[in-house]
């Protein structure tokens, strides 16, 4: 049991680039989210999803896009990446929403 | 803007004692509350949890304190030891109705346990 899995754990992309940040989860939960961490800024929701095949909107959802296509797989992807978008990325399961989340150990992204 | 948040950004503590990380928030809707630690380079981690509808929870050396009158959340570690050494945050999961919960994190405390 793995717990919650995010690839890749350091990335460095230039202004433009585009990627995808990978998550996934084998403990069969509902729930997953996207958070970015910045220095005094605390962790906030980027994008979420309460099942296979429904995503919606966090605090701070422009620049990311998500799909969920299986329980286990969450990706997040920027489309164009910018320096603003330099952060340290954590991905989250819950069974169910509402409960408490596990978190990967994130991911660690740099734009330049 | 940010509706939970952390009174100190850093506490010292020697090995042994208690700690004491405060936390205030002010949805008073919020019917919900985690406490995380977060070791560097390494996810949060859940600690212990505490639903409205209670004033206080323990766990194992940690207990936490909910008082809804002045909106406050105080997460006590008994017996403070080097590997509880982290940054702590307190978040509040907040029903914004029709079933959908939104877990808003505080800034965090930074706890130093000095041997």
Redesign the interface.
Known sequence: NAG?TQTPKFQVLKTGQSMTLQCAQDMNHEYM?W?RQDP??????IHYSVGAGITDQ??VPNGYNVSRSTTEDFPLRLLSAAPSQTSVY?C?SSLQ??Q???????TRLSIL | GESVGLHLPTLSVQEGDNSIINCAYSNSASDYFIWYKQESGKGPQFIIDIRSNMDKRQGQRVTVLLNKTVKHLSLQIAATQPGDSAVYFCAENRNSGAGSYQLTFGKGTKLSVIP
């Open positions: 919650v989210s958070y005094g800024m605390g962790l906030r929701l966090g605090e954590f989250a929403q509402g408490p989340q596990h978190f990967g150990d994130g």
